[in-house]
Every structure is written in C-alpha cells, then in structure tokens.
C-alpha cells in the first residue's frame, strides 16, 4: 500500500462530508432503487462521483467498488481497489438524523488495509491502516472488556433475536441497541462504547469494509458469522453476515448460535 493511501482516505472522507452537509436537511430528492435495496437521494450521487473522480485520478490503476455505481469486474483484476459507501445510513440522513457516515476503504488482494469512516455531523472520523492503530479524530482506541454476554450492550437489530438463530431456542439476555450506520456500528466497538455487533445476514462490502479494518486494528475480533476471516472485493461484493466483539465476548456468541448455513 503505498505510503499516502490513509492520508488521501481521510482527506477524501472530509471532502465527502462538506458535500453531504449542503443536502442534508434541505430535502434532496429521493427515491426508490427497487429490487428492495432502499432509497438513494441526489447526496449519495453527488458525493459518490466526487469521490469516484477524486480517488480515481489519485490511484487511477485501482480497482473501483462503490454502492452507488455500476460494478466493473475489472477491480478483481486489480492490485488495491477502492471499497466505497458513499452515504451509510441513508434513511437516517432523509429524515435529517446526524448518524449517518462515509465509508471509504482499500483493499490490497482480498483484505483491507486503509479504512475511514466519517461521520461529519458529529465530528467523528474513524481511521485505520493495516500496520497501524485504530484512531478517533487521531487518538488510538480500543474495544472494551465486557466479559459476560448477559451483561453486554451488543449493536443489532430486532431480527437477531428471533429464536431459530440461536440454541435452545433461547437468545442471549444482552442489552440489544442499534444505530442507523452499519459502518458507525462496527467503529462503536472499536472504540468500547458497545462491546459487540452482530448481524445474521448478508452484508454489501461497502457498509463494513473501512469499519472493519477499524474494529480488527483496535484489537476487536472480527468474523463473519461462521467465525470466518472477512474476505473483500468479491465477484459478489456480499459478506455473510458479522460478529464483532472483544476478545472474551467473541467465542461466547460463536457458541451459544445454532450453526447457520452459508448464503
């Protein structure tokens, strides 16, 4: 990875927020994508093509993978390819919430190696090279050490709990919390303000490639949810499903799932 590649992420990241911030509240246009994949506003356009002309003149031998673009299958030939979500948490910025963020990350083979994650309304950016610390606004962090599932505070939505997920039929009686960005949630348990993250369904590359990286360089334990090492840049840009959480708190939830089938 070239020496400049988090530098560049992070000053691409802010750029994509000034953009954001001139729609957000402002009632951009909205609309349906169909096929079931949710809205997309004029603000997810406007920032996926700055950051498509400014990442691309900047390293124009990578590969390219964003939500908000047609996929070419000339990025799994590539060496590094950009990993983009140009808006994570859209609903969230139609209806004016300030959790919405920026993902933006960089794969070199099949794993990440430079992840930002922006969330300008807030004053939070999220950051992460593969040889170096996981930041917030430049300071290192860390996961917490929760120790008993009973008692942890886990990021997730209200389908997790359903109980063919889980043995015995009987889900964990942790504290369940959510927050709009799929993104922002894997950088709050980097950072220890939750102590895990678990989705039982697919998720795009895009919404957790940079968060990722963040979580597994703050010292969290990152799978999907077989217990599997994350893979990127895909033919299908699709990850099975996550489990993040801190050291003691990982192995806990691998064992109470029932064994899922792969997608």
Same mark, same amino acid.
């Given at each position: 990875?070239?020496a400049?590649?988090?530098?560049?992420?992070?000053e691409?990241?802010?750029?994509?927020?000034e &953009?954001?911030?001139?729609?957000?509240?402002?009632?951009?246009?909205?609309?349906e994508?169909?096929?079931?994949? =949710?809205?997309?506003?004029e603000?997810?356009?406007?920032?996926? $093509?700055?950051?498509?002309?400014?990442?691309?003149?900047?390293?124009?031998?990578?590969?390219? /993978?964003?939500?908000?673009?047609?996929?070419d299958s000339?990025?799994?030939?590539?060496?590094?390819?950009?990993?983009?979500d140009?808006?994570?948490?859209? @609903?969230?910025?139609?209806?004016g919430?300030?959790g919405f963020?920026?993902?933006? +990350?960089?794969s070199?083979g $099949?794993r990440?190696v430079a992840?930002?994650?922006?969330?300008?309304?807030? %004053?939070l950016?999220?950051?992460?090279?593969?040889?170096?610390?996981?930041?917030?606004?430049?300071?290192?962090?860390?996961?917490?050490?929760?120790?008993?599932?009973?008692?942890?505070?886990?990021l997730?939505?209200?389908?997790?709990?359903?109980?063919?997920? *889980?043995k015995g039929r009987?889900p964990?009686?942790?504290?369940?919390?959510? @927050?709009?960005s799929?993104? *922002? !949630?894997?950088? /709050?348990?980097a950072? =220890?303000?939750?102590? +895990?993250?678990?989705?039982? @369904?697919?998720?795009?590359e *895009?919404d957790?490639?940079? #968060?990722?990286?963040?979580?597994?360089?703050? #010292?969290a334990?990152?799978?999907?949810?077989? =217990?599997?090492?994350?893979?990127f840049?895909?033919?299908?840009? !699709?990850?099975? =499903?996550?489990? &993040?959480? %801190?050291? +003691?708190?990982?192995?806990?939830?691998?064992?109470?799932?029932?064994?899922?089938p792969?997608?």
């Amino acid at each position: 990875m070239p020496a400049h590649d988090l530098e560049l992420l992070l000053e691409a990241a802010q750029e994509a927020g000034e &953009i954001a911030r001139q729609y957000w509240r402002q009632q951009p246009e909205v609309w349906e994508k169909g096929s079931n994949e =949710g809205p997309v506003t004029e603000a997810d356009l406007a920032v996926n $093509d700055h950051l498509h002309q400014r990442l691309m003149t900047a390293r124009p031998d990578y590969g390219w /993978l964003s939500e908000e673009s047609a996929d070419d299958s000339t990025r799994l030939d590539a060496a590094h390819c950009f990993i983009i979500d140009p808006i994570d948490g859209t @609903r969230a910025f139609i209806d004016g919430q300030q959790g919405f963020s920026h993902s933006l +990350a960089i794969s070199r083979g $099949d794993r990440i190696v430079a992840g930002v994650v922006h969330l300008p309304e807030l %004053g939070l950016t999220y950051a992460a090279s593969a040889d170096g610390p996981a930041t917030l606004n430049g300071a290192a962090i860390s996961p917490s050490k929760a120790r008993l599932l009973a008692r942890a505070d886990v990021l997730t939505n209200k389908a997790t709990l359903e109980p063919h997920f *889980w043995k015995g039929r009987q889900p964990p009686n942790f504290k369940r919390s959510f @927050r709009p960005s799929l993104a *922002w !949630r894997l950088c /709050l348990i980097a950072d =220890g303000r939750f102590d +895990a993250t678990i989705s039982l @369904r697919g998720a795009w590359e *895009w919404d957790i490639a940079a #968060g990722s990286l963040i979580a597994e360089r703050a #010292g969290a334990t990152v799978t999907d949810m077989h =217990g599997a090492e994350m893979r990127f840049n895909n033919p299908v840009p !699709r990850i099975d =499903g996550l489990i &993040i959480a %801190g050291e +003691a708190l990982h192995p806990q939830i691998m064992e109470r799932l029932n064994r899922l089938p792969r997608s």
